[in-house]
């Protein structure tokens, strides 16, 4: 397995795998698929704010890929990152959210961030073990506040101090 920074010939595989995740999982809050262009859009996005995309590459093959963004767009908050994790579904539960999190967490300390926020389907129990394993910490609990599959969705947010 190696990690390493997302190419835009990357970004087919990784909307597969966002879209999947879209349509089958509580991990992205949002109903529609998103396009190649919506992706392409993204990607310059990241790339034009300095913000890091990592992909796990398997055999020559896309299975995960990771990146942070800014947690808000006020300008107070120009320390403060999210993070963002997405495995393949066929290769969850291998540790390739930790391999992926970890250069997160490297790139955030270089950017001279201050702390990392993860907003996490609170049913999501391997998302949160994950993110506490790295020495995250559960700060808010939201009660309800996204709905998808017909039921109520909570969110819990954890947070790494970097400093």
Same mark, same amino acid.
């Given at each position: 397995?190696?990690?390493?920074?997302? !190419? *835009?010939?990357?970004?087919?595989?990784?909307? @597969?795998?966002? %879209? =999947?995740?879209?349509?089958?999982? $509580?991990?992205?809050?949002?109903?529609?698929?998103?396009?190649?262009?919506?992706?392409?859009?993204?990607?310059?996005?990241?790339? !034009? *704010?300095?913000?890091?995309?990592?992909?796990? @590459?398997?055999? %020559? =093959?896309?299975?995960?890929?990771? $990146?942070?963004?800014?947690?808000?767009?006020?300008?107070?908050?120009?320390?403060?990152?999210?993070?963002?994790?997405?495995?393949?579904?066929?290769?969850?539960?291998?540790?390739?959210?930790?391999?992926?999190?970890?250069?997160?967490?490297?790139?955030?300390?270089?950017?001279?961030?201050?702390?990392?926020?993860?907003?996490?389907?609170?049913?999501?129990?391997?998302?949160?073990?994950?993110?506490?394993?790295?020495?995250?910490?559960?700060?808010?609990?939201?009660?309800?506040?996204?709905?998808?599959?017909?039921?109520?969705?909570?969110?819990?947010?954890?947070?790494?101090?970097?400093?």
């Amino acid at each position: 397995m190696e990690i390493r920074n997302a !190419k *835009e010939p990357d970004l087919l595989k990784m909307l @597969e795998i966002y %879209n =999947e995740i879209i349509a089958n999982t $509580t991990a992205v809050f949002q109903y529609d698929p998103h396009t190649l262009d919506m992706r392409k859009e993204w990607f310059a996005q990241k790339t !034009k *704010e300095g913000f890091p995309v990592f992909v796990a @590459e398997e055999n %020559n =093959e896309v299975v995960g890929f990771s $990146t942070i963004g800014a947690f808000r767009n006020w300008q107070a908050y120009k320390y403060s990152v999210e993070n963002s994790i997405y495995v393949r579904a066929d290769q969850r539960g291998k540790g390739i959210g930790k391999m992926l999190l970890q250069p997160l967490i490297d790139a955030a300390m270089q950017m001279g961030m201050h702390t990392i926020v993860a907003g996490i389907d609170a049913s999501n129990e391997t998302s949160i073990a994950l993110h506490k394993q790295l020495g995250f910490v559960e700060v808010a609990y939201f009660k309800e506040v996204g709905y998808k599959f017909d039921r109520w969705l909570d969110l819990k947010f954890l947070q790494l101090m970097l400093t």
